[in-house]
């Protein structure tokens, strides 16, 4: 066996010198640096598959030089079966001992244990699957990984791996993440087409915010997304908010739009935080309702929400509450009551509305990292022309590209190998 295994590596060696000098003999003859490149790259790759090969081949040798124990004495070694898995170098073929226990009829591989293959795929072919589809759709990625990688594997084979890594969601330890200043929580909705139509995925947004440094930018975001009600949710955000130690930071402030959810959401999981209403989703509001007052596209409509906007910068968003209320009281208002909801708005806001007040501690006052989350996270992945999800799958997809947004990838790669280790 010593003797056959040193044999092997003798030939390998052999092989790749009567390579290594053809292709020095062949360099001159290539018409450019680009064409050494591809031929280099495609031997790199056969030859890598062989030395592989080999090597697997050695260390499956060597860990069947005895046969496992089962019940209290060694089982028998029936036979050497192969065993072919597609790696990220190509097929590569293995034989193994195949073992048999003559008292309790167990049956087993031995090596498989060691060499950790699920199904048909390598678990570092599985992890660039994987990778691909959480940025890319799945056509896509399989061309990618085709063109780049020169692996060749199927929709239908992409998308099992996917569901594999897919199906669980990791959360790590509390306090793993913790931010290092105060924490800003930004919460916002993005729709995506599922089988059963258009359903909201509702995103939370978590960074770290330096209040002492007006040119901050926000730090160490991670964020949480997920097809769930409001209240499931609040579990999603709340391990979420274990982990980047929100209930220990010096202050937590909540961004968000107007939707009821939000605040209802943020008074439970957060009650002592600051809250703070999008400064961008006010002004769409202050800006239809001065279209109803001057018509739009009109100078005066044009001066009234600068008007408007100035007065609720600098803290006086009381007076603008007034100012639509009497506008309403004159009968400036339309047939819906656009003015009058405006008003009642900023009546329901006033406390989140604060900005002058917001500005001089340091917070930020719009949802921008949150919006766009739901187009990175969402957006670019799940609202592509023609596609459709059913919740499984798009959740598997989601998962994977949030832990890799949120540089919790390895983690993954970690918790998969752990659950193949344990089906061995």
Request: aromatic share 8%; proline share 3%.
């Amino acid at each position: 066996m010593i003797a056959e295994g040193r044999r092997a590596q003798v030939e390998l060696g052999q092989q790749l010198l009567q390579e290594l000098k053809q292709l020095w003999e062949a360099a001159g003859q290539m018409e450019s640096a680009d064409a050494l490149e591809t031929t280099v790259q495609a031997w790199q790759r056969g030859m890598g598959r062989r030395v592989m090969e080999a090597l697997c081949q050695e260390a499956i040798r060597r860990r069947q030089q005895q046969a496992p124990e089962c019940c209290g004495q060694r089982m028998d070694n029936e036979s050497l079966r192969p065993r072919t898995v597609k790696t990220m170098l190509g097929d590569v073929r293995v034989w193994r001992r195949y073992y048999h226990c003559l008292r309790c009829g167990g049956r087993l591989f031995a090596a498989d244990r060691w060499l950790g293959w699920e199904g048909d795929f390598s678990h570092r072919l599985q992890e660039a699957v994987a990778w691909q589809v959480s940025l890319l759709p799945y056509r896509q990625a399989r061309e990618s990984l085709s063109r780049l990688g020169g692996v060749e594997i199927t929709v239908d084979a992409a998308e099992h791996i996917v569901a594999r890594w897919g199906q669980e969601e990791l959360t790590p330890a509390p306090y793993s993440e913790r931010v290092k200043h105060d924490l800003v929580v930004q919460i916002d909705g993005a729709k995506a087409h599922l089988e059963e139509g258009w359903k909201e995925i509702k995103v939370g947004a978590f960074f770290s915010c330096d209040r002492t440094d007006p040119k901050a930018k926000p730090a160490a975001v991670s964020y949480v997304a997920d097809w769930q009600s409001a209240e499931e949710f609040r579990q999603t955000l709340w391990q979420e908010a274990l982990v980047r130690g929100a209930f220990t930071a010096n202050a937590v402030a909540v961004v968000g739009d107007g939707a009821p959810w939000i605040w209802e959401t943020a008074a439970w999981l957060f009650p002592q935080a600051v809250q703070i209403l999008d400064w961008y989703h006010l002004t769409e509001h202050l800006g239809v309702a001065a279209k109803v007052v001057h018509g739009e596209g009109t100078p005066a409509t044009t001066a009234l929400v600068e008007q408007w906007q100035e007065e609720v910068w600098e803290g006086c968003s009381e007076g603008v509450e007034e100012h639509m209320r009497e506008l309403v009281k004159q009968g400036r208002d339309d047939r819906d009551q656009t003015v009058r909801k405006c008003a009642d708005y900023l009546q329901t806001h006033q406390h989140r509305i604060r900005y002058h007040l917001f500005r001089a501690a340091g917070w930020p006052i719009g949802s921008g990292v949150v919006e766009g989350a739901c187009k990175h996270v969402v957006g670019l992945r799940f609202k592509r022309q023609s596609t459709r999800w059913t919740k499984a799958g798009a959740r598997a997809v989601l998962r994977l590209r949030l832990d890799r947004l949120n540089g919790r990838w390895d983690a993954r790669c970690a918790h998969v190998r752990q659950q193949l280790r344990q089906a061995a």
